[in-house]
């Protein structure tokens, strides 16, 4: 199993700044992933953190507003830049215990609520 | 791009009834997982299916792949009050390029 927690765990700011959201893991794990949920809404994933190398993301989403970083195994920050309030959104990360490639089981975060005014 | 439905997108039941909720993809599926999400949680894995045709149990739910591993479905007998949440499925392609969740069946149960 996976103990994960976030910080924050809801902020409100300003359309135009950026806010940094980070991700522990209580042990190592090879596939992190950050995403993206509105209220009421499935999950939709923003990108693969990959330890030691650029973040995989997918269609819709781009490093230059959603930089992250995986120093380690254990650690991530997603990062969302010039703030609009269509951001407004909860954030969660999730490790897969499987490793490489294969998926095995998806523990999350609590989440970050992020309101943008 | 791979898509995953899910039907119903809501469902109310009385306690004691039961629930089914179908997640169907446009693509072959590796592996397909089925996640819960509580009002204002986080989502918890509940099962993993793999093989074609699989058929797994965990007390009141029932979950099964489909043969052609395109689709699955979620099953709860008797419903009680703590089954009410969002039912997620997770698919992950063949090509395990994709990792995509469901649009979500929402069930609610009145006591």
Known sequence: SAVISQKPSRDICQ????LTIQC??????????????????SLTLIATANQGSEATYESGFVIDKFPISRPNLTFSTLTVSNMSPEDSSIYLCSVDTGWWGASNKQYFGPGTRLTVT | GQQVMQIPQYQHVQEGEDFTTYCNSSTTLSNIQWYKQRPGGHPV????????????KQKRLTFQFG???????????????????TYFCWGENTGFQKLVFGTG???LVSP
């Open chain 2, 105 to 107: 069946t929402r069930l």
């Open chain 2, 67 to 85: 043969e052609a591993k395109k689709n699955s479905s979620l099953h709860i007998t008797a419903t009680q009050t703590t089954d009410v949440g």
């Open chain 2, 45 to 56: 894995f509940l099962i993993q299916l793999v093989k074609s045709g699989e058929v797994k």
């Open chain 1, 15 to 18: 359309r135009g700044t950026s």
């Open chain 1, 24 to 41: 522990q893991v209580d042990s190592q794990v090879t596939m992190m992933f950050w995403y993206r949920q509105q209220p009421g809404q």
